[in-house]
C-alpha cells in the first residue's frame, strides 16, 4: 500500500508540474530572436518565394510546349529554316531557345548543329541552376546564424547570472531558452530549403536531359530534308546527264 500511495503521489506531482508549465508565446519568442531572428525570417520569406517562383517555371509545359516541338519539327523537315527560327523567336523558351541556336548554324552541317544545342543546354542549365542554389545558399546560413543567435544570447545570460547576488537556476533557465529561439528558428528554415534544393536540382536536371533529347528529335527532320536534297540532286544530275548524252550527235557522224 505505501508504494502505491508513493507512485499516487509521484503522478499527481508530475501532473501538477505539467499543468503548471508555462506554454509556449511567439511573440516573446520573436521578441527573443532579436536582430538575428528577424534576419532569419526574412530567409525564410525569400526561400518560400524562390520555392513557388520555381516550381511555376520548371514545368514541361513552360520549358519544353511539345506543340513548338511539332511544328518546329514540319518545317524544318521542309527546309523551312527561316519560319521555323522566326516561329520559335515568337514562342520563348527553353526548348525554343535552344533551337534557334541550332537553326543558326544549318548551313554547317548536323555536327556544329549539334555543338550549338549542347552550349544552349549548358547555358540554360547553369542559368536555371543558379537560382536554384539560393536554396543551398538559405540552408547553409540560417543553421550559421541562428547560432550566432544563441551564442550571443548565452553569453548575455551568463553575464546577468554572474552579476547576480545570489543565482538560482530558474533565474538562469529563461535565458538559456530564450537563446536557444535563434537555433531553432534557423533549423526550422535550412531544413525545408535544404530539401527543396536536392529536389528541385534534380528536376533541373532531369527537364534539361529532356529538352536535349526533344531538340534532338525536332532536329531529325533536318537529316531528312537533307537526305531528300541529296536524292534529288542526284536525279537532278542524273537527268542533265542524260540529255547532254541525247543531245550529243552519234560518233562516226559528220
Known amino acids: 500500500m505505501d508504494s502505491v500511495d508513493s507512485a499516487m503521489d509521484g503522478l499527481l506531482i508530475i501532473s501538477e508540474t505539467a499543468s503548471g508549465a508555462p506554454g509556449l508565446d511567439w ?3 520573436l521578441e527573443a530572436g ?3 531572428g528577424y534576419i ?7 526561400m518560400l518565394t524562390l520555392i513557388m517562383q520555381q516550381l511555376l517555371t520548371l514545368r514541361i509545359s513552360v520549358l519544353m510546349p511539345h506543340t513548338l516541338a511539332e511544328q518546329t519539327h514540319q518545317l524544318i523537315s521542309n527546309g ?3 519560319e521555323a527560327n522566326q516561329l520559335c523567336k515568337d514562342r520563348p523558351c527553353f526548348l525554343g531557345d535552344m533551337l534557334q541556336a541550332g537553326l543558326s548554324e544549318t548551313e554547317m552541317g548536323y555536327l556544329q548543329i549539334q555543338k550549338a544545342l549542347e552550349d544552349s543546354s549548358a547555358e540554360h542549365s547553369a542559368r536555371m541552376m543558379r537560382k536554384v542554389e539560393y536554396l543551398n545558399v538559405i540552408g547553409t546560413l540560417s543553421p550559421m546564424l541562428g547560432l550566432l543567435g544563441t ?3 548565452m553569453m548575455t545570460a551568463f553575464m546577468e547570472f554572474q552579476s547576480s547576488a545570489s543565482p538560482s537556476v530558474s533565474e ?5 531558452s530564450f537563446a536557444l529561439v535563434t537555433t531553432l528558428m534557423g533549423l526550422a528554415v535550412a531544413i525545408p530549403a535544404l530539401a527543396a534544393f536536392a ?5 533541373v536536371d532531369e527537364l534539361v536531359s529532356e529538352t536535349s533529347l ?9 537529316k531528312l530534308w537533307k537526305a531528300r536534297r541529296k536524292t534529288t540532286a542526284k536525279a537532278a544530275a542524273a537527268d542533265k546527264k542524260a540529255a547532254d548524252s541525247g543531245a550529243q550527235p552519234p560518233k562516226g557522224t559528220i
Open 151 to 153: 551564442v550571443s544570447g
Open 40 to 46: 532569419i525570417i526574412g530567409l525564410s520569406v525569400i
Open 34 to 36: 532579436g536582430y538575428i
Open 214 to 222: 526533344m531538340a534532338e528529335q525536332v532536329f531529325n527532320g533536318y
Open 27 to 29: 511573440r516573446q519568442l
Open 172 to 176: 538562469f533557465a529563461p535565458g538559456i
Open 80 to 82: 523551312r529554316f527561316a
Open 199 to 203: 529536389i528541385l536540382r534534380n528536376r
